[in-house]
């Protein structure tokens, strides 16, 4: 990253505006009239061909005529002037550009869009948008966009791809009372993305919590990297979910795939949490930006009503922070700070007749504790209490109690008195909400951080017996015989190459060798037809299982030949593959897409009807460590069924984990050739007995015009 160039753009010392106006009602002017509204300190040249005076700053026909240096320069000139404009503030040595004209890329001139681009980086600018709003920053007092005000300062930032919506939420901060430092609108992303944003926002000083309204990412793989390797929180809000490739994906994977799952799994692979629409976006952020990560799974309530208490277990289950009871002592001494009739349990119920005291003292107690991961406060209004009086005791405990590296967040249910409470309690620093469950839920947000960044580690250790070379042998191999279809013997070499268990298969070319083959693998065997030009085997009739003797073996050489010749006389017949009866078990289904935006992605879940019907799948973006693969493993619903349920033995997940592991090193390593792939069924062996792939596809992607 060129911090100095990034500075220059994003925290501009000195300001051009191409195409400011004195007329009002043009962007050119509003621009203007905010830098001057914010009290931006910076010189600010406005720059029009007919120079003179523009709200009362002098005027310039040509950044090229201006006495001083120009760090940034906001462009508002119509698209086909830009390239001109960017050459000119290049050679002036302007760092970076604020495209705001729109009329580039989203409405097809990709070739204008990319000319200003080239232009400035051959003279090292960078270039922000097009078609975008422009840059806010409280600490920089720079409103550099035609958005009407600064947000309410604050220590979050936000990226916003869509413009209007950074407009819409930039004034809903005072509403929230969600606090922002800086709002910066990527448009376009035609140079400066998300990627480069999550990296020059984690090294900002004035930015705590990183926001993103994102519809689409272009490199996936670099965002996934940057925000693996921030710091900072990163909480984002995806929209757009299409059903991408989907219809035209040829295996199961492709058709389960879409980018909606793709883009969950990449997000909390790369330790970035989730936002379910824009209130839980500011939600989130609020308390990502106030309060640190919750490290462990012990959430403690404290409530004076049973009912919000009830609601907000509720919600912590739905949350994935599910309510333990406190231990003993803490029950104990809990109970000290309520009536005979109050509960210690969790929730804690200090009863209606909770007032500053009771609240302050169990607070400051629980939230020392080294049991208690953190703490949600909740408190319904009462003619017996003033919720600033209570608000007040919260404070009090928190700063007491010494501790800073643990979490709360409250939730006051009430009237005007709740509402000018919770206001102040955010101004102290601790989030408040008026739902029990959008406390609970950004508690779980501060969970999900410190769980998805501890997970976030990058795989890297090499795995041994891989042979790379065989399996690209037997690719060259088809790519050389035309453009025709990998074969299961050809997929499962290579699967065989990457020490991956595929249950012994032998190719046949005579009613002899068959029989021949059968006897060494042992009976019983199942025989398949092996067509390039054959994908459907059963289809054909070209697949006989349970054949138990030489006879059998004989007669199914045959049947299985006619049969393929009925239904494609013209296919190029390899052969017909003899293959070893794998003792059921398990039944998992694994598959991988090449994505689009993230690249070679993989799916698991349980195989049969588990998969056709209830779609129990999880994705995860390529390569898996072995240790990533066993929480792939747990994230379906059928879990427990891998674990052994209702009696039954655990299943051999060690080994299917590592089978997960070498398969995402085959899809990465081979991801120049690889499209789509899947290995259908794999049957999974009780614990200690290890798993066998019955059948394995892999689907080229289509040969380089
Ligand atoms: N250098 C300097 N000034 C110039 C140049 C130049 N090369 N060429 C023209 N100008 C001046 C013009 O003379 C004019 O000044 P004036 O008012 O004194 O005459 C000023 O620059 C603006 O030029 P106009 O031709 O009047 O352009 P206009 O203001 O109508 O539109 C704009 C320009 C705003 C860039 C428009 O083309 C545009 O892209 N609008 C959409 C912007 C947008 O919405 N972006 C955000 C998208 S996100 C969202 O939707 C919220």
Same mark, same amino acid.
């Given at each position: 990253?060129?911090?100095?160039?990034?500075?220059?753009?994003?925290?501009?010392?000195?300001?051009?505006?191409?195409?400011?106006?004195?007329?009002?009602?043009?962007?050119?002017?509003?621009?203007?009239?905010?830098?001057?509204?914010?009290?931006?300190?910076?010189?600010?040249?406005?720059?029009?061909?007919?120079?003179?005076?523009?709200?009362?700053?002098?005027?310039?026909?040509?950044?090229?005529?201006?006495?001083?240096?120009?760090?940034?320069?906001?462009?508002?000139?119509?698209?086909?002037?830009?390239?001109?404009?960017?050459?000119?503030?290049?050679?002036?040595?302007?760092?970076?550009?604020?495209?705001?004209?729109?009329?580039?890329?989203e409405?097809?001139?990709?070739?204008?869009?990319?000319?200003?681009?080239?232009?400035?980086?051959?003279?090292?600018?960078?270039?922000?948008?097009?078609?975008?709003?422009?840059?806010?920053?409280?600490?920089?007092?720079?409103?550099?966009?035609?958005?009407?005000?600064?947000?309410?300062?604050?220590?979050?930032?936000?990226?916003?791809?869509?413009g209007?919506?950074?407009?819409?939420?930039?004034?809903?901060?005072?509403?929230r009372?969600?606090?922002?430092?800086?709002?910066?609108?990527?448009?376009?992303?035609?140079?400066?993305?998300?990627?480069?944003?999550?990296?020059?926002?984690?090294?900002?000083?004035?930015?705590?919590?990183?926001?993103?309204?994102?519809?689409g990412?272009?490199?996936?793989?670099?965002?996934?990297?940057?925000?693996?390797?921030?710091?900072?929180?990163?909480?984002?809000?995806?929209?757009?979910?299409?059903?991408?490739?989907?219809?035209?994906?040829?295996?199961?994977?492709?058709?389960?795939?879409?980018?909606?799952?793709?883009?969950?799994?990449?997000?909390?692979?790369?330790?970035?949490?989730m936002?379910?629409?824009?209130?839980?976006?500011?939600?989130?952020?609020?308390?990502?930006?106030?309060?640190?990560p919750?490290?462990?799974?012990?959430?403690?309530?404290?409530?004076?009503?049973?009912?919000?208490?009830?609601?907000?277990?509720?919600?912590?289950?739905?949350?994935?922070?599910?309510?333990?009871?406190?231990?003993?002592?803490?029950?104990a001494?809990?109970?000290?700070?309520?009536?005979?009739?109050?509960?210690?349990?969790?929730?804690?119920?200090?009863?209606?007749?909770?007032?500053?005291?009771?609240?302050?003292?169990?607070?400051?107690?629980?939230?020392?504790?080294?049991?208690v991961?953190?703490?949600?406060?909740?408190?319904?209004?009462?003619?017996?209490?003033?919720?600033?009086?209570?608000a007040?005791?919260?404070?009090?405990?928190?700063?007491?109690?010494?501790?800073t590296?643990?979490?709360?967040?409250?939730?006051?249910?009430?009237?005007?008195?709740?509402?000018?409470?919770?206001?102040?309690?955010?101004?102290?620093?601790?989030?408040?909400?008026?739902?029990?469950?959008?406390?609970?839920?950004?508690?779980?947000?501060?969970?999900?951080?410190?769980?998805?960044?501890?997970?976030?580690?990058?795989?890297?250790?090499?795995?041994?017996?891989?042979?790379?070379?065989?399996?690209?042998?037997?690719?060259?191999?088809?790519?050389?015989?035309?453009?025709r279809?990998?074969?299961?013997?050809?997929?499962?070499?290579?699967?065989?190459?990457?020490?991956?268990?595929?249950?012994?298969?032998?190719?046949?070319?005579?009613?002899?060798?068959?029989? &021949? +083959? *059968?006897?060494?693998?042992?009976?019983?065997?199942? =025989?398949?037809?092996?067509?390039? %030009?054959?994908?459907?085997? /059963? #289809?054909?009739?070209?697949?006989?299982?349970?054949?138990?003797?030489?006879?059998?073996?004989?007669?199914?050489?045959?049947?299985?030949?006619?049969?393929?010749?009925?239904?494609?006389?013209?296919?190029?017949?390899?052969?017909?593959?003899?293959?070893?009866?794998?003792?059921?078990?398990?039944?998992?289904?694994?598959?991988?897409?090449?994505d689009?935006?993230?690249?070679?992605?993989?799916?698991?879940?349980?195989?049969?009807?588990?998969?056709?019907?209830?779609?129990?799948?999880?994705?995860?973006?390529?390569?898996?460590?072995?240790?990533?693969?066993?929480?792939?493993?747990?994230?379906?619903?059928?879990?427990?069924?891998l674990?052994?349920?209702?009696?039954?033995?655990?299943?051999?997940?060690? &080994? +299917? *984990?590592?089978?997960?592991?070498?398969?995402?090193? =085959?899809?990465?390593?081979?991801? %120049?050739e690889?499209?789509? /792939? #899947?290995?259908?069924?794999?049957?999974?062996?009780?614990?200690?007995?290890?798993?066998?792939?019955?059948?394995?596809?892999?689907?080229?992607?289509?040969?380089?015009?």
């Amino acid at each position: 990253m060129d911090l100095e160039v990034l500075n220059g753009l994003l925290r501009p010392k000195s300001i051009a505006i191409v195409g400011a106006s004195d007329t009002p009602g043009k962007i050119g002017y509003t621009v203007v009239r905010s830098l001057l509204e914010s009290e931006y300190e910076g010189p600010i040249y406005p720059i029009n061909p007919k120079g003179g005076e523009i709200q009362g700053l002098k005027a310039y026909p040509s950044v090229l005529d201006v006495p001083g240096e120009i760090d940034a320069a906001a462009i508002v000139v119509p698209a086909r002037f830009v390239p001109q404009v960017a050459k000119e503030c290049g050679e002036k040595g302007v760092k970076g550009l604020i495209v705001i004209a729109s009329g580039f890329s989203e409405v097809g001139l990709d070739d204008l869009e990319r000319e200003v681009v080239e232009i400035s980086h051959q003279y090292g600018m960078r270039v922000l948008g097009p078609n975008i709003v422009g840059i806010l920053s409280n600490t920089d007092k720079c409103n550099a966009s035609f958005a009407p005000f600064l947000p309410l300062p604050g220590k979050a930032s936000l990226v916003s791809q869509s413009g209007a919506l950074l407009i819409a939420m930039d004034a809903s901060t005072y509403i929230r009372r969600v606090g922002f430092d800086k709002l910066i609108s990527i448009g376009n992303m035609s140079d400066v993305n998300f990627a480069d944003c999550i990296e020059w926002l984690d090294q900002d000083e004035n930015t705590e919590c990183i926001s993103l309204y994102i519809e689409g990412l272009r490199d996936g793989r670099r965002f996934m990297e940057n925000a693996r390797k921030a710091k900072k929180p990163i909480v984002a809000l995806k929209s757009g979910v299409s059903a991408h490739g989907a219809a035209a994906a040829a295996s199961h994977t492709g058709s389960l795939a879409g980018s909606e799952k793709v883009y969950d799994a990449a997000f909390s692979q790369a330790g970035v949490v989730m936002a379910s629409d824009l209130n839980n976006l500011f939600d989130r952020t609020l308390a990502l930006s106030l309060q640190p990560p919750m490290t462990g799974d012990n959430l403690l309530i404290i409530t004076n009503g049973g009912g919000v208490g009830v609601l907000a277990t509720d919600s912590a289950e739905r949350y994935d922070l599910p309510l333990h009871f406190a231990p003993e002592e803490v029950q104990a001494e809990l109970k000290k700070h309520m009536p005979e009739f109050g509960s210690a349990k969790n929730p804690v119920d200090l009863t209606g007749m909770a007032g500053r005291e009771w609240y302050q003292e169990s607070t400051h107690y629980a939230f020392a504790h080294p049991w208690v991961d953190g703490l949600v406060i909740l408190y319904c209004e009462t003619a017996m209490t003033d919720p600033q009086n209570i608000a007040e005791g919260i404070k009090a405990a928190v700063d007491a109690s010494g501790i800073t590296d643990k979490p709360i967040a409250v939730s006051f249910v009430g009237g005007e008195r709740s509402e000018a409470a919770m206001r102040w309690l955010v101004e102290q620093g601790i989030p408040a909400y008026n739902e029990p469950d959008t406390a609970v839920n950004a508690m779980s947000a501060l969970r999900d951080f410190a769980r998805n960044h501890s997970m976030a580690e990058a795989p890297s250790e090499p795995l041994d017996g891989v042979d790379e070379a065989a399996a690209r042998a037997v690719i060259a191999k088809v790519r050389a015989e035309g453009d025709r279809n990998v074969t299961e013997m050809e997929s499962k070499t290579i699967f065989t190459a990457y020490g991956l268990p595929v249950a012994t298969s032998k190719l046949a070319s005579t009613e002899d060798e068959a029989v &021949a +083959l *059968a006897a060494e693998i042992g009976y019983p065997v199942v =025989m398949k037809i092996l067509s390039p %030009d054959i994908l459907h085997k /059963s #289809d054909a009739g070209g697949v006989k299982v349970g054949i138990d003797n030489d006879d059998e073996a004989r007669e199914a050489f045959g049947t299985i030949l006619e049969n393929a010749k009925a239904y494609n006389a013209e296919a190029d017949v390899h052969g017909v593959l003899v293959q070893e009866m794998a003792p059921w078990g398990t039944e998992v289904i694994l598959g991988s897409v090449n994505d689009a935006t993230f690249g070679p992605t993989m799916m698991f879940g349980l195989g049969g009807i588990f998969v056709e019907i209830l779609k129990d799948v999880t994705f995860r973006v390529a390569p898996v460590a072995e240790d990533q693969a066993l929480a792939m493993l747990a994230g379906i619903n059928g879990a427990p069924i891998l674990e052994g349920a209702r009696g039954e033995a655990p299943r051999d997940r060690k &080994a +299917l *984990a590592e089978v997960l592991s070498r398969y995402s090193r =085959m899809i990465c390593d081979l991801a %120049d050739e690889i499209q789509e /792939s #899947d290995a259908n069924p794999v049957i999974v062996y009780e614990e200690g007995q290890g798993v066998c792939i019955v059948d394995a596809r892999i689907i080229l992607k289509p040969k380089a015009a």
